[in-house]
């Protein structure tokens, strides 16, 4: 585990016209802010990466589909891996500014991504390297 990587499962409420999926609220404890929510489609094995983050805090969940979320500390030299979707693993991933961050499309369908981010865009704020940067040992597979 990268330190600062929380990961909290979610409630999924199912009845017979469909389901409510929870993601975050205010009050729970890795809340840091609202800065904005978007969504991200990752399609079957597309690899979207490498973003850094410098001060957004990402919350992430993916709510269709199955998604593999690689996150890479270069401070520590660290790499964890979570395999997340509403049939594998459904929770929110806390991710603080300053960790590498990339997706994997696992799933035969498009895998759908939300983030509620800290902060809103700020195309100043982000670093990107491509997904076969040597300078992070991660292979896609």
């Not at 790499?79 to 991933?93: A, M, R």
Request: some cysteine; proline content about 9%.
């Amino acid at each position: 585990m990268i330190p600062g990587v929380l990961i909290t499962p979610l409630k999924q409420i199912p009845d017979e016209r469909g389901q409510v999926m929870h993601m975050l609220k205010a009050t729970d404890a890795h809340f840091s802010g609202f800065g904005e929510i978007y969504f991200s489609v990752v399609n079957p094995g597309a690899v979207k990466a490498w973003k850094k983050h410098l001060q957004m805090t990402l919350n992430l969940a993916v709510i269709q589909g199955s998604a593999r979320l690689v996150i890479h500390d270069e401070r520590r030299g660290l790499t964890q891996e979570i395999l997340l979707g509403p049939e594998t693993n459904y929770s929110v991933v806390t991710v603080p500014p300053g960790l590498w961050t990339g997706f994997l499309g696992v799933s035969p369908q498009p895998a759908l991504l939300a983030n509620c981010a800290s902060l809103p865009h700020d195309p100043h704020e982000v670093e990107r390297k491509a997904a076969d940067d040597p300078g992070i040992a991660y292979r896609w597979k």
